[in-house]
């Protein structure tokens, strides 16, 4: 659901509480579907910034662990005196 959908939402739900001061038993369960899906949406996308950082923490390990060979690796080519 996107930012414009859920700000029309807010305003039609103020509206009936302000002109009506009562919400019918429909306009109550849409809310609570609502309320679900942004629920959903919610853990949704927290489940996929968890998943992303964990693959970019993976990358940084494999990524640091790569930058120490080839450091040793050029040390040994190159600095290393030969006897």
């Given at each position: 659901?996107?930012?414009s959908e859920i700000e029309r939402l807010g305003k039609v739900l103020k509206g009936y509480i302000e002109e009506e001061r009562e919400i019918?038993?429909?306009i109550h369960i849409k809310h609570h579907t609502f309320i679900e899906h942004l629920l959903e949406q919610q853990d949704t996308?927290?489940?996929s910034y968890f998943?992303?950082?964990d693959s970019v923490?993976?990358?940084l390990v494999i990524v640091a662990l790569?930058?120490?060979g080839h450091a040793v690796w050029d040390y040994?080519?190159?600095a290393m005196p030969v006897k």
């Open positions: 659901m996107t930012d019918t038993k429909e996308n927290y489940k998943k992303i950082r923490l993976g990358w790569l930058g120490a040994v080519i190159h």
